[in-house]
């Protein structure tokens, strides 16, 4: 059910503003954490713009790599979201359940470009190389990133569109604050 | 029906990714153009980023202003965002409607802090001052903001959180692509 997207089209995997999971590794060290400030930032080659915290673990693995992956999760993952987005990475790290995938059950699967591993269950992935913008970075905890492979669940994405008809629980989620979320809704065109 | 909100909640007006409208005004000349790539970058003071195109005469205001209005359309408005997306305020200006406020008769209603104009009908407006970064809007037109007032319907906003259930007509709107829209869908609690 995995397809690749065409890189033109990754942006649109974005479009429409869904929270989503950052993924990043490094030196056998991997974390993922949620991020709704996340946006596309051009077309081809598709680049994105992404927030992650000074504090988080994520952005030792990330300035370390030079790379993560995004992946978009579903509303049958919102507990998962909630999760991985409440619970501190460094801290899991002292425990026995050393990472989040571990302490969550979160199966993975490799990803085709970059050393961050790929959520399952996931709908989409963007394998993502930071482009390095040091002043934004550390001034505004901004990363820009070129989106290097993109894939998508074909049950709810192909031909470049959505589509969530019959598939309420795949529908993308979009966080608003202190676990409240909306599912994306209905589909039209003008 | 419109109210304010407070600073520190403005993020939450973006945070579910909504599609939006810009709009500018310097000397006299003002434009509104349709952006999908925003985001929140920060809660307090609040800062959002947004992209825009060299090639648009939003840029051009916003350049010479230093400032610009988000403002957040809903369902009803779908085909006015399509227009104003798919028309150029430069070439406007040559024609007798000489503005997109005109030619697609869009009453605006004063900021209370920059001289953008704010649209009425939509459901929520942020009133932004650029953060000069000149690097990253050369180079990725990107554009990053402090919001120094925001507002609200309070039909669909009010105590910090969105809620549609009684105003489909209200809900936000997400673009994909080509005129392909989803809109918010149903609210859920983890």
Same mark, same amino acid.
């Given at each position: 059910m995995i397809k690749s997207v065409e890189l033109s089209k990754a942006y649109r995997l974005l479009n429409h503003g869904p929270t989503v999971l950052i993924s990043s590794r490094h030196a056998g060290k991997h974390n993922v954490m949620a991020a709704a400030w996340n946006m596309p930032l051009d077309f081809e080659p598709p680049k994105i713009a992404i927030v992650v915290d000074k504090n988080t673990y994520t952005r030792e693995l990330i300035e370390a790599s030079g790379s993560f992956a995004i992946n978009v999760p579903c509303r049958a993952q919102a507990e998962v979201v909630v999760k991985v987005g409440s619970s501190n990475g460094r801290e899991l790290? =002292? =425990?026995?359940?050393?990472n989040k995938f571990l302490a969550f059950d979160l199966p993975t699967f490799a990803a085709s470009k970059i050393e961050a591993p790929l959520l399952e269950s996931c709908i989409a992935w963007l394998e993502c190389k930071v482009i390095a913008e040091p002043h934004i970075q550390d001034t505004y905890d901004l990363f820009l990133a070129e989106v290097v492979a993109a894939q998508a669940?074909?049950?709810?994405?192909s031909d470049g569109h959505w589509h969530f008809e019959e598939h309420d629980e795949l529908r993308t989620i979009h966080h608003i604050a202190g676990g409240s979320f909306m599912a994306i809704g209905e589909a039209f065109k003008i």
């Amino acid at each position: 059910m995995i397809k690749s997207v065409e890189l033109s089209k990754a942006y649109r995997l974005l479009n429409h503003g869904p929270t989503v999971l950052i993924s990043s590794r490094h030196a056998g060290k991997h974390n993922v954490m949620a991020a709704a400030w996340n946006m596309p930032l051009d077309f081809e080659p598709p680049k994105i713009a992404i927030v992650v915290d000074k504090n988080t673990y994520t952005r030792e693995l990330i300035e370390a790599s030079g790379s993560f992956a995004i992946n978009v999760p579903c509303r049958a993952q919102a507990e998962v979201v909630v999760k991985v987005g409440s619970s501190n990475g460094r801290e899991l790290l =002292k =425990k026995e359940a050393n990472n989040k995938f571990l302490a969550f059950d979160l199966p993975t699967f490799a990803a085709s470009k970059i050393e961050a591993p790929l959520l399952e269950s996931c709908i989409a992935w963007l394998e993502c190389k930071v482009i390095a913008e040091p002043h934004i970075q550390d001034t505004y905890d901004l990363f820009l990133a070129e989106v290097v492979a993109a894939q998508a669940d074909s049950r709810v994405f192909s031909d470049g569109h959505w589509h969530f008809e019959e598939h309420d629980e795949l529908r993308t989620i979009h966080h608003i604050a202190g676990g409240s979320f909306m599912a994306i809704g209905e589909a039209f065109k003008i």
